[in-house]
């Protein structure tokens, strides 16, 4: 891998730079790491002209030769896990030792992805007809990711878009794009040129991206306000879309579970990577009767994590990743102590460089306060007293976004019946963010529109497509 100070993009098998370029801020120092390219529109058409010319060379491998190309993928990353990994810190934020985990991860994903298999399924076989249905790639797929986990967020796209035979144009967050530009540079030497491309710049390339003729199929992950643009945008020429979009996912905490010992793990489901993941913690409803107790471990937990610069390996939690988002935290937190919401533990913002918000707990705000409605994406969490189960699910349910959300206690029958009635695409008992390339990941209502993982995101990086005989003699 070139130093860190050579970021490219990659088209065409070629590293490619811009004159116009875009600073990229460490939010632990808000200082400019590095400059990318600022691709315009004819870049990105240089992209998506190349994905298009290596599509049918590329389709027509054999499936055992492209899960090989997954796997040697994820070898080269591996090699290079320490250096992504600080690459990593450096433009995101989230501690060194996360962040390696971060690659480690994605590169088990390349593998595992490699080893699935969309079968050709014979639906009718008689002595007359003949119903055979399989799986046939798109073509161009277009892949959009966010700033929280923008390793990981791109490898899952990769992989089941270039195993099914698609070729790829992947285009990062402006706010931190350093790592995908190197899995760009480092699948340069290993694909077929025009196979996996990556380009950087602002949001405008993700509308361009969306609206190009020559692409097939849009995988997008980011807020529902602009999975709402793209899928208007692929419209123009009905572009298959799947939306892995926002959440405000509630846990819901039964009387039975014991406050002492679930304490850490209700921290982490909030407060992982700075509660900067889709599937964070971030309501938690919690029984009257161990309310107290369990608030008093939060703050007890919470008021010895150190947050600080994920560089030095004694931090526990890192800064938010950029500045839009640390204003709109900081405006969640200030529009609570406006409504008078007893803030028990955070809340202060420190006058000094970098994005830090310390953990911020609220003791039981009003149910329709900012706080509690909106997607925070940030380290500041509800805690909400409930009595009646009805009442919480219903008080869960109250909402546009359907991602995910948790329930945490001892009775795993009640447990199991609550987990029933929530409206989302996923609910972990008594674990939260458990996401693997075998279990089918996806929101319901404004949350996203499709599946990801397993066969059945796999599948939709094809078309189905259905071939029937008729055996008949006197046709
Ligand atoms: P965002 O929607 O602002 O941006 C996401 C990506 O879209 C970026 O690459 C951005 O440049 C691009 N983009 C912006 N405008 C566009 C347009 N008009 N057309 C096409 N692309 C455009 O989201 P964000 O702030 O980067 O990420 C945070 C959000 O992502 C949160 O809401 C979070 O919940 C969500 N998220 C969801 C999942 C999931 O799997 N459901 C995972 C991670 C993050």
């Given amino acids: 891998m070139k130093s860190i100070s050579e970021f490219k993009m990659t088209i065409n098998g070629q590293a490619v730079g811009t004159k116009d370029v875009l600073p990229v801020v460490n939010p632990a120092t808000e200082e400019v ?25 590329w389709a027509a491998k054999r499936i055992e030769e492209r899960s090989e190309f997954l796997s040697k993928l994820a070898d080269a990353i591996s090699v290079n896990r320490e250096e992504l990994g600080t690459l990593l810190t450096l433009e995101m934020g989230r501690p060194r030792a996360a962040a390696i985990s971060e690659i480690d991860g994605a590169c088990y994903w390349l593998r595992e992805v490699a080893k699935q298999r969309l079968k050709r399924e014979v639906l009718e076989e008689t002595e007359n007809h003949r119903v055979e249905r399989y799986h046939t790639p798109l073509g161009v797929v277009g892949a959009i990711v966010p700033w929280n986990f923008p390793f990981a967020l791109s ?127 971030k309501r938690m409803y919690v029984h009257e009767d161990i309310y107290d107790e369990v608030l008093a471990e939060l703050v007890a937990y919470a008021e010895q994590v150190k947050v600080g610069d994920g560089m030095d390996p004694t931090t526990d939690m890192g800064p938010v990743q950029n500045k839009m988002q640390y204003e709109k935290v900081i405006g969640l937190i200030e529009d609570t102590k406006k409504i008078g919401a007893r803030i028990v533990t955070g809340g202060h913002i420190e006058d000094k460089p970098g994005y830090f918000i310390p953990v911020t707990i609220v003791d039981n705000p009003p149910e329709d306060s900012r706080v509690v409605v909106e997607e925070a994406f940030g380290p500041v969490l509800p805690v909400l007293k409930y009595r009646d189960y009805e009442d919480v699910i219903a008080r869960v ?60 995101g796999l599948a939709e990086y094809t078309n189905s497509k259905t071939i029937m005989v008729n055996k008949k003699k006197n046709r």
């Fill in 33 to 57: 790491i590095t400059y990318v390219p600022n691709a315009n529109e004819n870049d990105l058409n240089a992209a998506v002209k190349a994905a298009k010319e290596a599509f049918p060379e």
């Fill in 155 to 281: 490898i899952w796209k990769i992989a089941p878009a270039l195993l099914t035979g698609n070729t790829i144009v992947v285009k990062p967050s402006p706010y931190t794009p350093l790592t995908a530009l190197k899995i760009g540079e480092i699948a340069s030497e290993l694909l077929p040129p025009g196979v996996l491309n990556v380009v950087s710049g602002g949001d405008d390339l993700g509308r361009w991206l969306t609206e190009h003729p020559d692409v097939n199929k849009i995988s997008f992950t980011g807020s529902s306000a602009t999975g709402k643009k793209v899928m208007q945008s692929a419209a123009r020429n009905l572009k298959r879309v799947t939306l892995e979009l926002g959440g405000n996912d509630a846990a819901i905490v039964l009387p039975d579970a014991d406050p002492k010992k679930v304490a850490k793990s209700l921290f982490w489901a909030a407060f992982r990577n700075s509660a900067q993941i889709c599937v964070a913690t």
């Fill in 397 to 456: 349910n109250n909402t546009n976004y359907g991602l995910g959300g948790s329930v945490w206690g001892e009775d795993l029958e009640l447990a199991t019946a609550i987990a029933d009635r929530l409206e989302t695409g996923t609910v972990w008992i008594n674990e939260v963010g458990v996401i693997s390339p075998h279990y089918p990941f996806g929101g319901h209502k404004e949350s996203g529109l499709g599946i990801e993982h397993s066969l059945d």
